[in-house]
T-cell receptor, first 115, second 114 residues
Framework: AQKITQTQPGMFVQEKEAVTLDCTYD???????LFWYKQPSSGEMIFLIY??????QNATEGRYSLNFQKARKSANLVISASQLGDSAMYFC????????????FGPGTRLSVLP | GAGVSQSPRYKVAKRGQDVALRCDPI?????LFWYQQALGQGPEFLTY????????KSGLPSDRFFAERPEGSVSTLKIQRTQQEDSAVYLC????????????FGEGSRLTVL
């Protein structure tokens, strides 16, 4: 069974600083994808970044990077140069490509960026 | 529009009423997911379709919940005899075939059961 753990219910970061949001996962499927989504207070789910299980390099998308440590089953999101607009809920998610194609989310981390 | 469309955006139901929530995915998207999201929590998987086939319904909380996608496009999530614990935002998402599987989400349907 899949499982996503996000151990930080809430995080604070000073504007312009970097922050790391933790995510660990559990799967027996060798082929899977890891995703991060942002959900502002308005409610829409915004895709941020993707990492495939066979990707050799860590994914980066602008100010977002994914610290992928496969042996530890860890996929932490790093946001550099935080902005006030980064305040939101952040969800880590995983999709297994062999075992049923399901797509499951973690409980989320609420990030607050302080001016 | 080009995105995932859900209706109604807001629904208030009296306990015991039946409700139907509609999802119109992005054209050509093969996979369609339904999630239930309680306030301050992560989306909880309900069910998954590939075209018209419902491949996984393990997340449906009870037999009062039923989903269909008869022509492989629009999907309907039906909740019979609604209970207060059904109050939540219901999110629909779709994804392309042969992609990484990134989900594109609708804006959600907020259900309040009184």
């Amino acid at each position: 069974a899949q499982k996503i753990t996000q151990t930080q219910p809430g995080m604070f970061v000073q504007e312009k600083e970097a922050v790391t949001l933790d995510c660990t996962y559990d799967t027996s499927d060798p082929s899977y994808g890891l995703f991060w989504y942002k959900q502002p207070s308005s409610g829409e789910m915004i895709f941020l970044i993707y990492q495939g299980s066979y990707d050799q390099q860590n994914a980066t998308e602008g100010r977002y990077s994914l610290n992928f440590q496969k042996a530890r089953k860890s996929a932490n999101l790093v946001i550099s140069a935080s902005q006030l607009g980064d305040s939101a809920m952040y969800f880590c998610a995983m999709r297994e490509y062999n075992y049923g194609q399901n797509f499951v989310f973690g409980p989320g981390t609420r990030l607050s960026v302080l001016p | 529009g080009a995105g995932v469309s859900q209706s109604p955006r807001y629904k208030v139901a009296k306990r015991g009423q039946d409700v139907a929530l509609r999802c119109d995915p992005i054209s050509g998207h093969v996979s369609l997911f339904w999630y239930q999201q309680a306030l301050g929590q992560g989306p909880e998987f309900l069910t998954y379709f590939q075209n018209e086939a419902q491949l996984d319904k393990s997340g449906l909380p009870s037999d009062r919940f039923f989903a269909e996608r008869p022509e492989g496009s629009v999907s309907t999530l039906k909740i019979q005899r609604t209970q207060q614990e059904d109050s939540a935002v219901y999110l629909c998402a779709s994804s392309r075939q042969g992609s990484t599987g990134e989900l594109f989400f609708g804006e959600g349907s907020r259900l309040t059961v009184l």
